[in-house]
């Protein structure tokens, strides 16, 4: 069964540190895609990075990337020189392949930066 | 602005009503999911669906529909409320089945906040 595990329920890291946020998958798809999503206090899901199952390489997005580890059936995010505006909760997603479009979400990690 | 609506932004109501809540999605996305999170939890996915039919059921409990009509907008209904079903609601759409050409990444409406006293 599709499923997404967050083994951390908060952080505090540095300002201006690098942070690795966990997140570790099951499925039994072949075709599958992880997703990011950070919400701010306001509330509001802001898409990060997404990674498919047959990319090759990781991605990739400004400050953001993901440590795709597919033996492992790991997806972490990492942020680099971490920013106060980061302190938000994060969550990992997955989405199976078609025609299966569910997409799950982790319990998420809340994220606080210290100045 | 992820381009989706949801309307009402805040309902409060008592236990025991009804309420029904409202996604329009992003232009051209076919596929339209719900989701609960309550506080300080993390998204529960309830339901989805793709051009008007119902696609995948999370756990959403029998007092909960939802459907989605010819001009994609989406409903999700609440019924016999009680105080545990107080939760933001989100409704997320995507352009669709997932492919090589598109991620089917989430676009997020800003949450319908539902309060039961």
């Known amino acids: 069964a599709q499923k997404i595990t967050q083994t951390q329920p908060g952080m505090f890291v540095q300002e201006k540190e690098a942070v690795t946020l966990d997140c570790t998958y099951d499925?039994?798809?072949?075709?599958?895609?992880l997703f990011w999503y950070k919400q701010p206090s306001s509330g509001e899901m802001i898409f990060l990075i997404y990674?498919?199952?047959?990319?090759?390489q990781n991605a990739t997005e400004g400050r953001y990337s993901l440590n795709f580890q597919k033996a492992r059936k790991s997806a972490n995010l990492v942020i680099s020189a971490s920013q106060l505006g980061d302190s938000a909760m994060y969550f990992c997603?997955?989405?199976?392949?078609?025609?299966?479009?569910?997409?799950?979400f982790g319990k998420g990690t809340r994220l606080h930066i210290l100045p | 602005d992820s381009g989706v609506t949801q309307t009402p932004k805040h309902l409060i109501t008592a236990t025991g009503q009804r309420v029904t809540l409202r996604c329009s999605p992003r232009?051209?996305?076919?596929?339209v999911y719900w989701y609960q999170q309550s506080l300080d939890q993390g998204l529960q996915f309830l339901i989805q669906?793709?051009?008007?039919?119902?696609?995948a059921k999370g756990n959403i409990l029998e007092r909960f529909s939802a459907q989605q009509f010819p001009d994609l907008h989406s409903e999700l209904n609440l019924s016999s409320l009680e105080l545990g079903d107080s939760a933001l609601y989100f409704c997320?759409?995507?352009?669709?089945?997932?492919?090589?050409?598109?991620?089917?990444?989430?676009?997020f409406g800003e949450g319908s906040r539902l309060t039961v006293l």
């Open positions: 997320a759409s995507s352009v669709g089945t997932s492919g090589v050409e598109s991620t089917g990444e989430l676009f």
């Open positions: 499925t039994s798809d072949p075709s599958y895609g």
């Open positions: 990674q498919g199952s047959y990319d090759q």
């Open positions: 997603a997955m989405r199976e392949g078609p025609p299966n479009d569910k997409i799950i």
């Open positions: 232009s051209g996305d076919l596929s």
């Open positions: 669906y793709y051009n008007g039919e119902e696609r």
